[in-house]
Nanobody, 122 residues
Framework: QVQLVESGGGLVQAGASLRLSCAAS????????MGWFRQAPGKEREFVGV????????YYTDSVKGRFTISRDNAKNTVYLQMTSLKPEDTAVYYC???????????????WGQGTQVTVSS
């Protein structure tokens, strides 16, 4: 089973860009579908996007389409979340998660990172 560690969060102004990274341990990283999720204070954890094991397929929630891009480098066991045109409503703790299957429900993911805080000021 993989273990995940996110990095790259921070405080930025609205309109800025930020790239989050999620580094995975283990030799079977490419077997896992990787999802990104976020949780704002007082809200439930919500789906942001997902990428297939090969990286050939991605899917995003409507609120981030055209602004966020997920990619992965299987040679480096790392998945990325490139965020552009950030808005204050993107403020949340961002998590990466791993699953053997293509899922968007966070309850169906087996392995989670510790999260990284993204704060967007207006």
């Amino acid at each position: 089973q993989v273990q995940l560690v996110e990095s790259g969060g921070g405080l930025v102004q609205a309109g800025a860009s930020l790239r989050l990274s999620c580094a995975a341990s283990g030799r079977t990283f490419s077997n896992y579908v990787m999802g990104w999720f976020r949780q704002a204070p007082g809200k439930e954890r919500e789906f942001v996007g997902v990428i297939s094991g090969s990286g050939s397929s991605t899917y995003y929630t409507d609120s981030v389409k055209g602004r966020f891009t997920i990619s992965r480098d299987n040679a480096k066991n790392t998945v990325y979340l490139q965020m552009t045109s950030l808005k204050p409503e993107d403020t949340a703790v961002y998590y990466c998660a791993a699953s053997r299957y293509w899922k968007i429900n966070p309850r169906e993911y087996d392995v989670w990172g510790q999260g990284t805080q993204v704060t967007v000021s207006s």
